[in-house]
């Protein structure tokens, strides 16, 4: 087990500088997610940990050696990619078994490590089976099998759960998460997917565009977002981001400037029910153009201003398209950003 | 909410008649009626004088008079012939040598040449050339170097050098093996472009995968690359083999004034075949010949699919 620190750390391919000198400190035995849209530089980040990319800049720090020029095998890192990299013409043992290829254990050893990672990850029944012949949510369990036969310092995970439908990915997700119960161990683990950073982080990095723009734990991040993109990005369906101009109620401007207003649209009641935040908080009114009722709740979609906002109504109210709706929003739930910065202003 | 309701699912056009023939019938239809014309061609092209030769082996028609049927006679007088055992040693010989020099060249220049970003694709045009050069053409270039000096360039060299000469196609024992370097020449593009088409195949992630276990560039190459590139190697050896075993092009023009010379000892089956018909019109005998040759190569291919197969 190891920590794992980030400093300064940049990536130029050619001229372009694709992640400016960030840093980061993952404690030991942390659950960090990376996440961010395609191209932000969190695949990128996690591949320089491992070594398949060279650094530019900055120093990448595992436990106290500097591994700038380490190879990756010297890094004692274990790594699980996104299309599982696991070798067909070998069986689900050998594939494990291959995680052990350089290190100094006598036969025995090497066998029962392998079983055991085997028996951990449910994969005793086939351990003598080719991948071929395995489901996706299996052959990724043989991915996180011949990660851990290693026992490495720290694991990185690359958007392993992406090639999964969404059954297997939620059932993947806790198993990743008991796992790292379990074992204790270090994980830098990238997705795009907020509800995986979400659900399995200790602590959430959210990036964009080569730049940390907020790190913390995911109820700090989904509670103070410090601007529109991680507003917007964590969270679902995402937060609605309105012109204060157009919100009818008591919420006052940054002094004089424009400014955004950000409700979740959890947090936005639609109907006549919530009248305890009417006249206080927001206050927005709209034809509805699409309802989706989910079973618990009813997502209700209506436009205000010419803009779709979200809100949220009972699973029994289902209000037919086109007719007018008014939603409130509590003024404690209500997010404002600088309509010109679009960064975080303290909230009310 | 608008709910779709019973009335939705009732057609609003009339209701069009079944057609006669079901759309499987019909498919297959229109797939048969696009194969007609090939299939017609293989069978009247390809298929009917492939059995017809079967037939004439067991006849003694020389083109001019009527085919009689002599039973195994053909056969009979061609095992007992020393020249066609000299031939048949000889087209092994190409085969059993070409095939593995063949392959390991060509994939140790696709494996380095995968890796080579700098004028990448013009090396690989260079590699490729001698692929579309008429094999005639390159024959008698080879022929060439093969001389004595000045024409020899290789003689040439080895004069400069201060080394004896080699006498190349003029020897029993050099003969065939400077031949089979051309035809290895020649047939190296292919082989390349194949096996580094091979290479582009396999994902990056399996070699990232296999770093950062710390495996090594060897223990990569022998348990991931090689292994994954069964398929390809599969498809090479067949391919290069058969090549071998219908090698003529090469030796025909490269021993012109003694085809397969000196003394036979570069004489393959092939050509063997050529002067049985063309030179001595026993196309009996030739077609015989052809017999064994399509046995060869059916039994040959046949044991490399089996070896190579995949046991999964």
């Known amino acids: ?348 | 909410m608008v709910h779709p309701t019973s009335s939705d699912t009732v057609p609003t056009h009339p209701v069009q008649p079944a057609p006669r023939l079901s759309m499987r019938a019909r498919s297959a239809l229109w797939v048969w009626s696009f194969l007609a014309i090939p299939v017609l061609f293989y069978c009247v092209i390809r298929f009917y004088p492939t059995f017809n030769a079967f037939w004439l082996s067991l006849t003694d028609w020389d083109l001019m008079s009527e085919a009689e049927f002599i039973g195994f006679e053909n056969y009979r007088r061609m095992f007992a012939d020393p020249n066609f055992w000299q031939t048949f040693r000889n087209t092994f010989e190409y085969l059993i040598y070409g095939t593995p020099i063949s392959l390991l060249i060509a994939f140790i220049i696709a494996y380095y040449l995968d890796k080579v970003r700098f004028a990448h694709n013009f090396l690989r045009a260079l590699y490729f050339l001698p692929y579309i050069t008429t094999a005639a053409a390159m024959a008698w270039v080879w022929r060439w170097f093969y001389q004595p000096p000045p024409t020899g360039l290789i003689n040439g060299a080895l004069g400069e050098l201060g080394f004896g000469q080699i006498e190349f196609l003029g020897s029993t024992t050099n003969a065939l093996p400077s031949i089979m370097v051309t035809a290895i020449w020649a047939g190296l593009g292919f082989q390349i472009i194949i096996f580094m088409a091979g290479l582009r195949a396999i994902p990056d992630t399996y070699y990232e995968a296999a770093r950062i276990d710390g495996l090594g560039d060897w223990a990569i190459l022998r348990k991931i690359t090689l292994p994954l590139l069964k398929p390809t190697t599969v498809f090479l050896v067949v391919f290069i083999s058969i090549a071998f075993l219908r090698i003529f092009d090469q030796v025909y023009n490269m021993t012109t004034n003694d085809p397969g010379g000196p003394l036979g000892t570069t004489k393959p089956l092939v050509l063997m075949i050529y002067e049985t018909a063309f030179s001595s019109y026993d196309m009996g005998y030739a077609a015989a010949q052809t017999v064994v040759l399509f046995t060869i190569l059916l039994v040959v291919s046949l044991l490399q699919l089996w070896i190579l197969r995949d046991r999964a």
Do not use: W
Not at chain 1, 23 to 44: H, N, Q, R
Not at chain 1, 121 to 150: E, K, N, Y
């Open chain 1, 1 to 348: 087990m190891a920590t794992i620190s980030l400093k300064k750390l940049t990536k130029i391919y050619g001229k372009a500088e694709v992640i400016h000198g960030i840093d980061l400190d993952i404690a030991d035995g942390e659950f960090v997610v990376f996440v961010g849209p395609s191209g932000c530089g969190k695949s990128t980040t996690l591949r320089m940990i491992a070594g398949l990319e060279e650094v530019s800049g900055g120093e990448i720090r595992i436990g106290d050696r500097v591994v700038n020029e380490l190879d990756p095998k010297s890094r004692n890192i274990a790594m699980v990619f996104q299309n599982y990299a696991i070798y067909p013409h070998m069986t689900v043992r050998e594939n494990i078994a291959i995680g052990l290829y350089t290190q100094k254990l006598d036969k025995d050893e090497k066998a029962k490590r392998v079983e055991n990672a085997a028996q951990l990850l449910g994969l005793t029944d086939f351990i003598d089976r080719r991948p071929a012949a395995l489901s996706g949510g299996q052959r990724q369990r043989v991915a996180m099998g011949r990660a851990m036969v290693r026992e490495p310092a720290a694991f990185l995970f690359d958007e392993p759960l992406s090639n999964l439908d969404a059954q297997l990915r939620a059932q993947m997700r806790i198993e990743i998460k008991a796992l790292h119960q379990r074992l204790g161990s270090t994980i830098a683990y990238v997705t795009h997917d907020q509800v995986e950073a979400m659900t399995m982080a200790d602590r959430i990095v959210v990036m964009k565009g080569g730049h940390i723009l907020q790190q913390g734990r995911p109820m700090d991040i989904y509670s103070n977002p410090v601007d529109v993109f991680t507003a917007r990005f964590i969270g679902t369906p995402s937060m609605n981001i309105i012109a204060s101009e157009y919100a009818s109620g008591a919420v006052s401007g940054n002094g004089g400037s424009p400014i955004l207003l950000g409700v979740r649209p959890q947090d936005l009641h639609v109907g006549t029910t919530t009248d305890v935040g009417a006249g206080t908080g927001l206050s927005l009114s709209g034809p509805v153009t699409a309802v989706e009722p989910l079973g618990p709740e009813t997502l209700v979609h209506f436009r205000v201003s010419g803009e779709t906002v979200i809100g949220t109504a009972p699973a029994t109210e289902i209000p037919p398209v086109g007719t007018e709706v008014t939603a409130h929003a509590d003024p404690a739930q209500l997010h404002r950003f600088d309509a010109e910065t679009e960064k975080a202003l303290e909230s009310l």
